[in-house]
């Protein structure tokens, strides 16, 4: 059974690889030492010499103990020329900064007001915040945290910066309970009743910095105001298992999006949560991340551990063949491992790089005019 499932990943990815020159206008594949529980793009671009830009995005380590972990700042470099052929060996990659924390991480973020400040997520009970001017390129022994938040009692994965308000971040986790945190001053407020189980994602309101959305193995989506009391909007049974991932558009206030292990991303309007505005079907296995694209107000994607990253257009209405839900926009199928992050390029429309447990990161662009 694991061979003949082997077979067919190995399969699928000759046929993809082979109808990369028709399907995209970039493909960049790198493999890293070890794999990456986290991935997102800085918003900087520099420009070099006249005739490429470059970028960096922030890495994670997960080496299963057998090594230190490290925050990792990598750095592309994208020729001018690098569109010319969807495969360019012209783009560059290398790690420019490597930081070794005392334990394993699960989610890394930097502070959208202050990108050098990075939050990191992990088994602990503690919120390690790192501030990358503040340690070496290329450390060789644990680093302390320049910060340390304190409120929870267990690890997880669950965080998220305020784009607000300048040093907040809100967390979930193992312990049931969400934390809400200024990096100054410590734990604002705590909600021990709002989940049963186990908070797997949380999501910060792009307009008003009071609001954030929570998903959790109990499978509800909950909408909390922190400047109101106990007045929790909830979604009992917002999908038919647990509920992995959430976010809030960036272009509409009251539009947020749930995926779950029922294999499905939904789409919610938080002013009527009787039921969802949309239900989307593609991915064949848990769907463990959901984002909105930062360019396009009816985009977002979804990744799984199906091995597939889906962009939907909730615009699109075109019949689809399969199982597929109509809205379907593309099917990034390069990946032969579980999809463990994604992260939409902010400085380049459709263009999206992508980490899997088989330790692959790639940097892939469609067509806009084609698709958009």
Same mark, same amino acid.
């Given at each position: 059974?694991?061979?003949?499932?082997?077979?067919?990943?190995?399969?699928?990815?000759?046929?993809?690889?082979?109808?990369?020159?028709?399907?995209?206008?970039?493909?960049?594949?790198?493999?890293?030492?070890?794999?990456?529980?986290?991935?997102?793009?800085?918003?900087?671009?520099?420009?070099?010499?006249?005739?490429?830009?470059?970028?960096?995005?922030?890495?994670?380590?997960?080496?299963?103990?057998? *090594?230190?972990?490290? +925050? @990792? $700042?990598?750095?592309? /470099?994208?020729?001018?020329?690098?569109?010319? %052929?969807?495969?360019?060996?012209?783009?560059?990659?290398?790690?420019?900064?490597?930081?070794?924390?005392?334990?394993?991480?699960?989610?890394?973020?930097?502070?959208?007001?202050?990108?050098?400040?990075?939050?990191?997520?992990? *088994?602990?009970?503690? +919120? @390690? $915040?790192?501030?990358? /001017?503040?340690?070496?390129?290329?450390?060789? %022994?644990?680093?302390?945290?320049?910060?340390?938040?304190?409120?929870?009692?267990?690890?997880?994965?669950?965080?998220?910066?305020?784009?607000?308000?300048?040093?907040?971040i809100v967390s979930g986790g193992q312990d049931r309970t969400i934390c809400v945190f200024d990096i100054n001053t410590g734990l604002i407020h705590s909600y021990n009743k709002t989940h049963s189980d186990i908070i797997n994602d949380i999501s910060y309101n792009a307009f008003n910095p009071n609001i954030f959305a929570s998903v959790s193995d109990d499978m509800k989506l909950c909408i909390t105001d922190i400047r109101k009391e106990n007045d929790v909007a909830t979604v009992t049974k917002a999908h038919q298992s647990s509920i992995e991932a959430v976010d809030f558009s960036p272009f509409r206030s009251e539009l947020v999006s749930t995926s779950g292990s029922d294999n499905v991303v939904k789409i919610w309007d938080t002013r009527y949560l009787d039921s969802p505005l949309f239900i989307l079907e593609g991915h064949q296995n848990d769907v463990m991340q959901v984002k909105w694209s930062p360019h396009y107000e009816s985009v977002l994607a979804s990744s799984s551990k199906d091995r597939r990253v889906i962009m939907w257009d909730l615009n699109k209405n075109t019949q689809v063949s399969g199982d597929s839900s109509n809205e379907t926009l593309f099917v990034h199928g390069g990946h032969t491992n579980t999809v463990s992050d994604f992260d939409w390029n902010p400085a380049e429309p459709i263009e999206i790089a992508s980490v899997d447990d088989s330790n692959f990161l790639h940097v892939w662009k469609i067509p806009i005019e084609e698709y958009v």
């Open positions: 059974m694991i061979q003949s499932e082997s077979n067919l990943i190995d399969e699928e990815f000759k046929i993809w690889k082979k109808n990369v020159k028709y399907m995209y206008d970039l493909v960049f594949t790198q493999a890293l030492k070890w794999p990456s529980t986290s991935i997102q793009w800085f918003p900087e671009i520099e420009r070099e010499n006249n005739c490429a830009t470059k970028q960096r995005v922030l890495l994670s380590t997960f080496t299963s103990q057998m *090594e230190t972990e490290n +925050i @990792l $700042i990598g750095c592309f /470099t994208f020729p001018d020329t690098a569109d010319d %052929t969807p495969t360019s060996n012209a783009i560059k990659f290398s790690i420019t900064q490597s930081i070794p924390v005392k334990t394993e991480i699960n989610k890394s973020r930097y502070c959208p007001q202050a990108t050098n400040l990075i939050a990191l997520k992990t *088994e602990e009970s503690e +919120i @390690l $915040i790192y501030d990358t /001017t503040k340690h070496s390129s290329f450390g060789e %022994t644990e680093d302390e945290p320049d910060a340390c938040l304190s409120g929870h009692t267990a690890g997880g994965f669950a965080m998220d910066w305020n784009k607000n308000n300048f040093g907040q």
